[in-house]
C-alpha cells in the first residue's frame, strides 16, 4: 500500500495451509509414525560425544514423562514453569507437559527470587522443574508466597526418571486423551517478557501461534531446514529456551524433523568445543556471537602479525557479498573474476577458519534480536555463510519478518513471514497483523488473555521503522527510547549503539542526551577484545580504572565513535564519551535476560558520569 508515494503496507500470502486440528503435543507422535528410525535430536553425553535419539525414542520417551505430569494430578491447562539452561530435558518436559494438555511458563535460569516469585504467582502455576540446586533453593525460598505451587523438580537430581516412575502405571491412552483435547487455540505458552521498566508480562502464546510461525517459516527458508544437499540439515541451540526466540527453533526443528542439539553454555571454550563435535549445518544467532567470531579471528590474525591481511580478507568478503546481493537483485552483474579469484585465494586463509569456529560446516545464519549491521552481514556473506536476519517480538511467536531466499537485502529484516502483514503508522511505528500474533497479556484476575490488538487485529510494536520500494523493513528505534536533544532534535540511539558494539573492545554502549545539547555515550569494554588489546600493547598490569584513561585506549575508541558517527548528522553525532570500568549485565540489572538496556536503571546509577560529559571543557 502506497501513500504519498512511501509504501506503508505490505502483506505476503501463507505458504503453509493453517493448523485446524491437534496440538504441539502432537508433533513428537506425528514424528514416530512417519518416520521412526530418523534422527531428531542429538544428546551430548558426559564424554562429550553426542548420542542421535529417533522419532520414536523421543516420542516414547515425552509419552513417558507425560503419564508422569498425569499420576502426579495436573490438570488440563494447568501451569509447569520450567526454570533451566538450554537442554535436552527442557524440550523433553516443554513437549511432555503439551502432550499432557499444559501450559509451560518459562523462567530465565537467571532470574533474581523476586523475579521468580513474580512469574509463578503471577501465572498461578502449579509445577515447577529447575535445573540444580541453586535454583531449587531459589524457589524453596518464595514458595510461602506462592500457595497454587504443588510440585518441585530438579533436573539434576533425577526428575525426568521420578517423573517416568511415577507415570509407569499409567496407560498409554491417559496421554492420548488429553492430546486429543487440545485445539490449536488452546494456550501453549505464558512467556514473561522481561521488560525494559516494570514487571514483566506474560505473552500468551497459542498451539496455532506457534504453527503459523514455524510452518510458514520453515517453508520459507527451505534450503535451511530442508537440506538440499546430502548434508543432513542440523542446528545447535544455544539461545536460551526460556526466550521464544530459541522455543519457536525447538519447536520449528521438531515440526521439520532437523536435527537439534542443546548447548547449555556459551563461554567461549565450551561452546566452540560444543559447536566441533556436533557441527551444524546452521546457526540461530543473535548478533553478540557472530560479532564475537569475527572478533576472535581478527586478534588470532594480528597476534599472528597478519592483520593487513586478515582486513584486505574482510574488504573482498563484503565486496563479494554486496555484488552477489546486487546481482540477486537484477542491479549489478556480480562478483568479476578478480573478485571471484581474490575471494578463492583468501578462502583457505581466512573464509575456512571463520566457518571451521562455527564448526565446519555452518553454510546458514538465522540472525535477530537486534540488528546484525550491513559491513557483518555482507563479510559473513562473501565468507559463504548466508545470513538471514529477522525481526520480531515474544508478541509475535519470534520472528515477524524474515530475508526471503535468494533475495537478500544488507541491513534490512527482511519481508513479512508469509501469511502475515506489516505497516508503517503515521508516526513511524511498526505495526504488526498474522495467526502469529498472541491472543494477548495473560490478566491473573481473569486467567486468561487481555486481548493487545485493535479491533483490526494490528499489533502495535513501539519499534520504529521503514518499508522501501520492495516492501524490505529496516528497524529505526524504539518510540520509547527516541532522544530529544535540548534543540529539539530527535536522535535514535539504536543505529549508533548497534556500530558501536561491533568494534571488538566495546561490549555495551549506550547513548545519552534527553533534553541535554548534545549526544554522549556511555561505553563498557568487551573482556576478550580488552584481552587482546592488553597483550598487543603491553599494559596486562594496568588497573582497569587507570585503563579507562589511557589516551591510547581513549584514542581506539574515539575510532570506533568516529565511525559510528558516519551514520548520522552532525547534530546526532556522539560529540563525547566515558568508558566505565564495569560492564553493564543482567546481574547488575542493566540488561534484561535478553540483553537489551535498561537505559532508565542506567541512567539513574551513573548519573553523575552522565553529567561530567556535559561539564564545561
Known amino acids: 500500500m502506497l501513500v504519498e508515494g512511501v509504501v506503508r503496507e505490505v502483506s505476503v500470502p501463507p505458504l503453509a495451509p493453517p493448523v485446524r486440528t491437534g496440538s504441539l503435543g502432537d508433533i513428537p507422535f506425528t514424528n514416530a509414525a512417519e518416520a521412526p528410525h530418523q534422527t531428531v535430536l542429538s544428546r551430548r553425553q558426559p564424554s562429550g560425544a553426542w548420542r542421535d535419539i529417533t522419532a520414536a525414542e523421543f516420542a516414547t520417551e515425552v509419552r513417558a514423562v507425560a503419564k508422569g505430569l498425569i499420576a502426579h494430578g495436573l490438570e ?51 509445577a515447577c522443574v529447575v535445573e540444580t540446586v541453586d535454583e531449587t533453593r531459589l524457589i524453596s525460598g518464595v514458595r510461602t508466597h506462592l500457595p497454587a505451587l504443588s510440585h518441585l523438580w530438579q533436573f539434576n537430581t533425577g526428575a525426568v526418571a521420578q517423573l517416568i516412575d511415577a507415570g509407569r502405571d499409567l496407560p498409554d491412552e491417559a496421554v492420548d486423551a488429553r492430546r486429543a483435547a487440545l485445539a490449536p487455540a488452546a494456550v501453549a505458552t505464558l512467556i514473561y517478557t522481561s521488560g525494559t521498566t516494570g514487571r514483566p508480562k506474560g505473552c500468551v502464546l497459542t498451539h496455532a501461534n506457534f504453527f503459523a510461525e514455524v510452518d510458514n517459516a520453515v517453508e520459507l527458508l527451505h534450503p535451511v531446514f530442508r537440506s538440499v544437499s546430502d548434508e543432513p540439515a542440523a542446528t545447535l541451540l544455544f539461545l536460551p529456551l526460556s526466550h521464544v526466540f530459541g522455543r519457536m527453533v525447538a519447536v520449528g526443528c521438531l515440526r521439520a524433523r532437523v536435527r537439534l542439539g542443546h548447548a547449555p553454555s556459551i563461554q567461549t571454550d565450551e561452546f566452540l568445543a560444543d559447536l566441533a563435535g556436533f557441527r551444524p549445518t546452521f546457526l540461530l544467532a543473535i548478533p553478540y556471537v557472530l560479532e564475537k567470531v569475527f572478533n576472535t579471528g581478527r586478534a588470532t590474525a594480528e597476534k599472528m602479525g597478519r592483520a593487513a591481511s586478515f582486513d584486505r580478507a574482510v574488504r573482498i568478503a563484503r565486496a563479494y ?7 540477486e537483485h537484477g542491479t549489478g552483474p556480480g562478483p568479476g573474476v578478480a573478485l571471484r579469484a581474490a575471494r578463492k585465494l583468501y578462502d583457505p586463509l581466512v573464509y575456512r577458519r571463520i566457518r571451521s569456529a562455527l564448526g565446519g560446516k555452518v553454510r546458514y545464519a538465522i540472525c535477530g534480536g ?78 486468561a488473555a487481555r486481548p493487545a490488538t485493535d479491533q483490526d487485529g494490528w499489533l502495535a510494536t513501539g519499534d520504529l521503522g521503514a518499508l522501501d520500494a520492495d516492501g524490505y523493513l529496516a528497524i529505526t528505534g524504539r518510540k520509547k527510547e527516541i532522544i530529544v536533544t535540548s534543540g529539539g532534535k530527535n536522535v535514535a540511539p ?34 576478550d577484545g580488552l584481552s587482546h588489546w592488553r597483550q598487543m600493547t603491553k599494559k596486562r598490569d594496568t ?27 552532525r547534530a546526532e553525532s556522539i560529540r563525547r564519551f566515558a568508558i566505565l570500568p564495569a560492564d553493564f549485565s543482567e546481574q547488575t540489572g542493566h540488561l534484561t535476560p535478553s540483553l537489551k538496556l535498561r537505559r532508565a536503571l542506567v541512567v539513574r546509577d551513573f548519573a553523575k558520569e552522565i553529567d561530567q560529559l556535559y561539564e564545561s571543557q
Not at 87 to 108: K, M, N, Q, R
Not at 112 to 119: F, G, K, L, N, V
Not at 421 to 444: K, M, N, Q
Open 76 to 126: 488440563p491447562g494447568d501451569r509447569l514453569a520450567i526454570m533451566a539452561r538450554t537442554t535436552y530435558e527442557w524440550t523433553l518436559i516443554d513437549f511432555a507437559a503439551w502432550a499432557a494438555g499444559l501450559v509451560t511458563v518459562p523462567i530465565y535460569p537467571t532470574s533474581s527470587a523476586h523475579q521468580a516469585q513474580w512469574i509463578l504467582q503471577d501465572s498461578a502455576a502449579r
Open 321 to 327: 557479498g554486496e555484488a552477489v546481493e546486487a546481482q
Open 370 to 447: 537486534s540488528p546484525l549491521g550491513r559491513r557483518l552481514a555482507a563479510f559473513y556473506s562473501g565468507a559463504g555463510i548466508e545470513i538471514f536476519e529477522g525481526y520480531g517480538l515474544t508478541e509475535t511467536t519470534a520472528a515477524a519478518t524474515v530475508t526471503p531466499p535468494l533475495r537478500p537485502r544488507i541491513g534490512t529484516v527482511g519481508w513479512p513471514l508469509p501469511g502475515s502483514a506489516v505497516r508503517i503508522a503515521d508516526d513511524g511505528e511498526i505495526l504488526l497483523r498474522g495467526g502469529h500474533v498472541f491472543s494477548g497479556y495473560w490478566d491473573a484476575e481473569l486467567g
Open 494 to 527: 539504536a543505529p549508533l549503539e548497534d556500530r558501536l558494539r561491533s568494534h571488538p573492545l566495546v561490549g555495551q554502549c549506550m547513548v545519552v542526551g534527553e533534553n541535554r545539547p548534545y549526544i554522549t555515550a556511555l561505553i563498557t569494554l568487551e573482556p
Open 543 to 569: 588497573p582497569l580504572t587507570e585503563l579507562v584513561r589511557d589516551e591510547r585506549l581513549l584514542a581506539d575508541i574515539q575510532h570506533a565513535v568516529d565511525d559510528a558517527n558516519k551514520l548520522v548528522s
